[in-house]
């Protein structure tokens, strides 16, 4: 910890990991790499392979091919889970347990514990230790959730997906928990399908798709990635001509057409006409964040 | 892990998986209140109208092995597939809870519920029907009678390793009831056709029940050994299958949340 500013030493990674459920390839050579004190958002569309990825990090899942460790040791380690939260995609802890019950519970997990008070203050539960689990919101079952994930007061902390299904208000007060938890200067790990999730929260963001990593950078530099205009049109050129132009982003073919992402769409549409006069179908889509962010995770047939 | 803070998990877990399973009406019902419902009845009601108290004592060890086998199997199978399929498995697993902290908490709870009939069964036996035993014969029937919470909570997690969530209520009372009634834990098993006797010579309730009542010396006279024999291989076998149950859940679980 103390070393974080100057160093940023790796806590987690993954090397060249690969994973299959049966003939489903879930992770395909993967390199996943968590630097002490950031938040780490690990973007991608539902499947990608954020779960498995998260899996493994845990413990939960053996790794099939490449390395996983955690604190330079083996994910399921004892010495790892005392330090490491999680607050997993699952349905539900027991409905017929209270609040305070079950923080209780995951509290003993632990050799040095945050106090219950200080827990149900950071996840935002004051007032709610005697109700039944059973009896709370989803935004409420989601702030228990991270009170437990943090019970063993951890260095690193893994959410994933954790405000899927809130509503806004509830999404905002958990980002506003995450974010305090950054400065107190825990190391997080969050995974989402959410862009502006993992721009309001995330230090570095890792793209990944079908289980590759297919972008990685600041939130400011995923985003000049995915920001701009989509052109769409058919021409005799190659997307190669089209990849040195200033502004553009990636061009590819797919089907009969050729598509770039640019954000400079004036000069890459002037570039075109003046090159091919049989240029048709031209099309520019006005690309937001989260249609430019599909648009760089959809597969080229 | 020092041994205090293992002991305090084990305890707690313990604790709170016996509080829970208590808050659930689905449960507490049909496993507290049926075998006590089912001996004032037969054993209170109708047992005591004639010159002997054979049908209250023989039913207070058949009702017995009734109420110790309901929480293990709907505590233990039904709700270790309830807790894998939510994921609550998952994420304790993440933690650093002994694993066998979760198991020792089901087979605590399923022995203090089971533990709570015999000793209700008893006290109605003892005042109500008014059976009379030697004061071993309490005792030995009352350990005969929690031991079963071994065979049958091994039943219990095979039946949680195989069966998923929702399905496994109707797998437990699929095992539940049939294995009750062909046992012998309502009627006694000569009146039955022999084929049926046949089945239950296959069953783990029958075995546990025939040592019951050879503590009252109302079983069926075979062996203690050939009972004990049974109930031990039928154990292993059921650790067995459960943990070929959790090997393919492995590998599968991860499937449907990727």
Redesign the interface.
């Known amino acids: 910890m103390q070393a974080r500013q100057a160093h940023a030493p790796s806590l987690a990674r993954l090397s060249r990991v690969t994973h299959r459920y049966g003939p489903v390839l879930a992770l395909d050579g993967l390199d996943l790499e968590v630097r002490s004190g950031e938040v780490l958002g690990v973007l991608g569309p539902n499947g990608a392979g954020k779960t498995t990825a998260i899996s493994l990090l845990l413990g939960s899942l053996q790794v099939q091919e490449g390395v996983a460790s955690v604190f330079g040791l083996a994910p399921g380690a004892p010495e790892v889970r005392v330090r490491r939260g999680a607050m997993l995609q699952i349905s539900g802890i027991s409905a017929n347990l209270t609040v305070r019950e079950h923080v209780e519970l995951f509290r003993a997990y632990y050799p040095a514990p945050l106090s219950a008070s200080r827990l149900m203050a950071m996840a935002g539960l004051e007032g709610l230790a005697r109700r039944r689990y059973g009896k709370l919101s989803g935004g409420q079952k989601q702030r228990v959730m991270f009170a437990l994930a943090l019970a063993g007061d951890p260095e690193l902390l893994f959410l994933d997906e954790p405000t899927t299904g809130l509503d806004v208000d509830a999404r905002h007060r958990l980002w506003s928990e995450i974010r305090a938890l950054r400065e107190s200067g825990r190391t997080t790990v969050l995974t989402t399908h959410n862009l502006d999730e993992a721009d309001a929260l995330a230090d570095r963001v890792m793209v990944i798709h079908n289980g590759r990593r297919i972008a990685e950078g600041t939130p400011a530099e995923i985003k000049s990635r995915t920001a701009g205009r989509l052109v769409r049109c058919v021409t005799r050129l190659a997307p190669d001509a089209m990849a040195s132009l200033p502004g553009v982003v990636e061009a590819r073919t797919r089907g009969q057409h050729l598509e770039a992402l640019t954000t400079q769409p004036e000069v890459l549409v002037r570039e075109l006409l003046a090159r091919d006069e049989g240029l048709a179908d031209l099309t520019v889509v006005a690309a937001g964040l989260e249609e430019a962010f599909l648009a760089l995770t959809k597969d080229t047939p | 892990?020092?041994p205090g803070?293992r002991f305090?998990?084990y305890l707690?877990?313990a604790r709170?998986q016996f509080?829970?399973?208590l808050?659930?009406p689905m449960f507490a019902i049909p496993t507290l209140a049926f075998p006590l419902i089912f001996y004032l009845f037969f054993g209170v009601i109708m047992g005591t109208r004639g010159v002997s108290l054979a049908v209250p004592t023989y039913v207070l060890a058949t009702y017995g092995v009734f109420g110790v086998l309901g929480p293990a199997l709907f505590g233990f199978g039904a709700g270790l597939a309830n807790?894998r399929?939510?994921?609550?498995l998952?994420?304790k697993?993440?933690?650093?809870?002994p694993a066998g902290a979760y198991l020792f908490a089901k087979v605590m709870a399923a022995l203090i519920f089971g533990a709570v009939v015999v000793a209700a069964l008893f006290l109605m036996a003892a005042h109500a029907a008014g059976v009379a035993l030697y004061r071993w014969q309490w005792f030995a029937l009352a350990g005969v009678l929690l031991a079963g919470v071994i065979p049958f909570c091994a039943l219990g997690l095979t039946i949680g390793a195989w069966a998923r969530g929702r399905s496994a209520v109707a797998v437990v009372n699929l095992v539940f009831l049939p294995m009750a009634m062909l046992s012998g834990l309502w009627l006694p098993i000569y009146m039955f056709p022999d084929v049926m006797q046949d089945i239950a010579l296959a069953l783990p309730a029958y075995h546990h029940a025939q040592l019951a009542l050879k503590v009252i010396a109302m079983d069926a006279g075979q062996p203690v050994p050939t009972h004990l024999a049974v109930l031990v291989a039928e154990t292993l076998a059921f650790l067995a299958v459960a943990a070929l149950g959790f090997r393919r859940a492995?590998?599968?679980s991860?499937?449907r949340?990727?």
């Open positions: 892990m020092t803070r305090r998990i707690l877990e709170f509080v829970e399973v808050r659930e807790e399929d939510t994921g609550v998952l994420l697993q993440t933690t650093p809870m492995d590998s599968f991860m499937r949340s990727r």
